[in-house]
């Protein structure tokens, strides 16, 4: 589990968390939204140690990363998975050559060794076939699957992902959502996931924390979402949720007829 006590960030006189406190807990996908400028992102950042928050607390299982030297620091991101927004992939390596990084990179393992789990995690994702292909080979949605592969590698305790469905399908956005909720429940993973897609939310929001103005103003459940008398919740539910309907018709509709 990770604990966030009472951080807050400020840039050039401006605070953009003021305050926050969130339980982001293990075994769930736990999912921060809000709108643009609630300071989704910059907690995200915070959390994972892109940022350093101005006071509070920051507890991974109980370790304050705050309080950690150099060599704790790199030790916790051992037990970190990122996905980023963009995927992220090199260009010049295989789909293989991207899930062996981090093993070649933080592993002490044999070549074979890296070998058999990076096939492992290839065939997690349902990429056998394609561990040979380079990423201008294979479509948007498969290089986030490649993505995920490479982020669970070294088989991390703690998964953040930052925005994964962008720039994909409707369709391919399901897939995404269900394996990183898969990923999660079958690996006890902590995953904090970074959106502003509303069918996430309402499919894989095992816990939910809602940004405004750089405050937490709710925290909840999928199911509990829709009965919520925060305004500024609703206001960002209702609004997002029509925003995704129009937009998952005109994809839809651009769609070629079979």
Same mark, same amino acid.
């Given at each position: 589990m ?34 643009s ?6 907690l ?5 140690? !892109?940022l350093?928050p101005?006071?509070?607390?920051? !507890? ?5 990363t705050?309080?950690m ?13 990122m ?5 992220a ?5 295989t789909?293989?050559g ?19 789990r ?8 349902n990429?056998?076939?394609?561990? #040979? #292909?380079? @990423? ?19 088989? @991390?305790?703690?998964?953040f ?8 399908d ?11 909720s ?7 993973? $902590? $995953? ?7 069918n ?12 405004? #103005?750089?405050r ?7 199911? #509990?979402?829709? $009965? ?14 029509l ?12 769609? @070629?007829?079979?």
């Amino acid at each position: 589990m990770i604990e966030v006590v009472d951080i807050s960030k400020s840039f050039d006189g401006k605070q953009i968390l003021k305050d926050v406190s969130a339980r982001f807990e293990t075994g769930k996908t736990n999912l921060i939204i809000g709108q643009s400028g609630s300071g989704k992102t910059v907690l995200m950042k915070s959390v994972v140690g !892109l940022l350093r928050p101005d006071c509070g607390q920051i !507890l991974f299982d109980g370790r304050d990363t705050l309080k950690m030297n150099s060599k704790q620091i790199k030790e916790l991101r051992k037990e970190i998975g990122m996905l980023f927004q963009g995927s992220a992939l090199f260009d010049s390596e295989t789909v293989l050559g991207n899930v062996l990084f981090p093993l070649v990179m933080f592993s002490d393992m044999s070549r074979d060794e890296m070998m058999e789990r990076a096939m492992f995690c290839i065939e997690r994702v349902n990429l056998s076939g394609a561990e #040979k #292909k380079f @990423p201008s080979e294979i479509s948007g949605g498969m290089q986030k699957r490649v993505a995920i592969a490479r982020a669970i590698a070294l088989n @991390p305790k703690y998964l953040f992902c930052d925005e994964p469905n962008s720039g994909l399908d409707p369709k391919t956005s399901i897939v995404i959502d269900e394996l990183l909720s898969d990923i999660t429940h079958e690996y006890n993973i $902590t $995953t904090v996931i970074n959106t502003h897609d509303m069918n996430s939310v309402l499919g894989i929001g095992d816990n939910i924390v809602f940004l405004n #103005k750089g405050r937490r103003e709710w925290v909840g459940d999928k199911d #509990k979402i829709f $009965t919520t008398e925060n305004e500024a919740l609703n206001e960002f539910v209702f609004a997002t949720r029509l925003f995704q309907e129009v937009k998952d018709y005109i994809v839809a509709s651009a769609q @070629p007829m079979k």
